[in-house]
């Protein structure tokens, strides 16, 4: 069984990590940073898929050379780049390479990678995807016989089901609804866009009490001012305090870093009364992750 | 109604060079209201043609006629006389009018005039935007009025993604969300209950990405 269901269904504060494989087949710096950094530390390691639509090496075989390293992967699914057929099918193989933790999203559009004459699929939606996954564990699937009787599966496989949510974004009232809609179709977990306002996030736990999966806040790590307003300009539903911003500009030159660290250090304590976890991304700097466990009292 | 817009006059010359007599065909339905294809931009494309042609010495013989609609045979019937009498057909049409043309008079040779791009509406002055996918299910009943396939950068049928940012899509500061728009709208009206409601994966076999689809009604056979 996953872990991550495991700890999550204990009621332990839970924190996952986050690992981008490469554009190319240079895979092992990936592995290497979180056999180093955050095995042992962090419950799962999510791995992005195809993230920001910039073409690169697979989530699903890097969930498996995770497996392999003894660290429990979260593999991310978007809905992008394949149809309804490829999808499941991927959802087989997942599960036939041991991989039970998947995080359904709808990915960032074509437009915003480096790819941008390709096709967008987008044949299911996050939602059908999610319904899709609960039609497999069932031992059946999308589709159906001439007759209109569902398929059979020849052996159903068993997921943990994820989903995300923003929590800030500026009308949260949808985001909301989407949730609901999400966890309806099975979503069994949550980890959010990156959040840097406690209050505003302690506001939304409010208004998803109702709603009875567990909610891991999204911890990105801010590597120094200009890209806190890189986010603030760019990021939909990402807003980081003036206040966060003066810091990191105020700190020493090649100090950033422990700014960076302090910072999410704090978010994650301030918030941890209000959640269930924390998904902490690093951007590539997993070798920080202890600092900011330690940092957040973890 | 389609909106298409006309090639550019390069790609246009590729067609005709070497001809000696060109027949320019506008047509009178959708791209005449859309201005791109009607008679008096058939009229402005053999003025254009004659002047890059003539640049480069060629004088071939362009004439103009416009039809009511080329997506309908009887219309075409009236040109049969002016298209057997030309070596290039260039038609205004939509690509429909083009294909029907072309499956009429097998021996012509026909060229398209312009790129075919979406069905939409006018909606403001001068300017077109693309509303429909033609998903052959339409859900405009439960959005607001406001169709997620075609207005929704992803074709997302259960509400947003995390990309809207003050009202926009994540694809473009310029183009609204739908999803923004169809929540506004159902919230306005005290509908969200149309929102919260899990809509089923699409049945894409029903749309364009599916097999040609052909209506047929047999009352008019
Ligand atoms: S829902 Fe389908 S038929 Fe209706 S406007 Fe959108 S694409 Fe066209
Ligand atoms: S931002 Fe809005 S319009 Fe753009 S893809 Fe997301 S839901 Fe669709």
């Given amino acids: ?45 999510n791995v992005t898929d195809i993230q920001t639509a910039v073409m690169r090496f697979g989530s699903m075989a890097t969930c498996h050379l995770l497996l392999d390293r003894g660290i429990e992967p979260i593999f991310q699914m978007v809905c992008r780049d394949r149809n309804r057929l490829a999808l499941q099918s991927d959802l087989l193989s997942a ?6 933790n998947v995080l359904a999203l709808t990915g960032d559009h074509i437009l915003m990678g480096d790819h941008k004459e390709a096709k967008p699929v987008y044949d299911l939606d996050v939602i059908g995807l999610l319904q899709a996954m609960v039609k497999l564990e069932q031992g059946t699937d999308l589709g159906c016989d001439s007759k209109g009787r569902p398929n059979k599966l020849d052996g159903a496989p068993k997921f943990f089901k994820g989903c995300c949510v923003t929590p800030c974004a500026d009308e949260v009232e949808p985001q909301i609804i989407k949730l609901e809609k999400k966890v309806a179709a099975g979503a069994q977990f949550v980890q959010t866009q990156a959040v840097y306002d406690p209050k505003a996030f302690g506001e939304f736990m409010k208004k998803v009490s109702h709603i009875k999966v567990p909610i891991l806040v999204g911890i990105v790590v801010l590597k120094n001012a200009g890209m806190a307003k890189y986010m603030n300009a760019n990021v939909p539903g990402v807003n980081v305090p003036k206040k966060l911003i003066d810091r990191l500009a105020a700190a020493n030159k090649g100090e950033e870093y422990k700014v960076s660290i302090k910072i999410a250090g704090e978010l994650i304590r301030e918030m941890k009364g209000m959640c269930q976890g924390a998904h902490i991304m690093t951007l590539g700097w997993d070798k920080y992750v202890p600092d900011i466990l330690a940092e957040a009292g973890l | 109604m389609i909106v298409a817009e006309r090639k550019p006059l390069e790609d246009i010359l590729k067609y005709v060079s070497g001809r000696k007599k060109v027949l320019v065909l506008g047509c009178g339905g959708c791209v005449s209201v859309c201005l791109t294809g009607g008679e008096k931009e058939a009229e402005i494309l053999a003025s254009e043609l004659r002047i890059a ?17 080329q997506c309908d045979r009887e219309f075409n019937e009236t040109v049969r006389r002016e298209i057997a009498g030309a070596d290039a057909v260039l038609t205004m049409a939509c ?8 499956g009429m008079f097998e021996d012509a040779e ?57 009202g926009k899509c994540e694809v473009s500061k310029d183009m609204d969300c739908a999803w ?4 506004r709208r159902l919230k306005a009206r005290g509908r969200l209950d149309l929102l919260m409601t899990v809509r089923p994966p699409v049945n894409w076999a029903r749309s364009s990405a599916g097999v040609k689809r052909t209506m047929t009604r047999k009352e008019l056979a």
């Fill in chain 2, 53 to 69: 042609l003539g640049k480069a010495g060629h004088k071939p013989d362009i004439s103009v006629r416009t039809v009511t609609r």
């Fill in chain 2, 95 to 102: 690509g429909a009018g083009v294909q029907l043309l072309s």
């Fill in chain 1, 1 to 45: 069984m996953s872990r991550l269901s495991e700890s999550l269904a204990s009621g332990k504060f839970t924190v996952t990590g986050e690992i981008g494989p490469p554009k190319g087949i240079n895979i092992e710096p990936a592995l290497h940073e979180a056999e180093e950094y955050l095995k042992g530390r962090v419950v799962a390691v």
């Fill in chain 2, 180 to 183: 923004y728009l169809i929540y």
């Fill in chain 2, 110 to 166: 026909i060229f398209p005039a312009m790129n075919t791009t979406f069905l939409g509406a006018n909606v403001a002055p001068g300017t077109w935007e693309e509303n429909c996918r033609g998903c052959g299910q339409c859900m405009l009943a439960e959005t607001a009025g406001i169709c997620p396939i075609a207005r929704c950068s992803k074709g997302l049928i259960n509400g947003t993604c995390g990309g809207t940012k003050d």
């Fill in chain 1, 95 to 100: 599960a036939g390479l041991g991989i039970e």
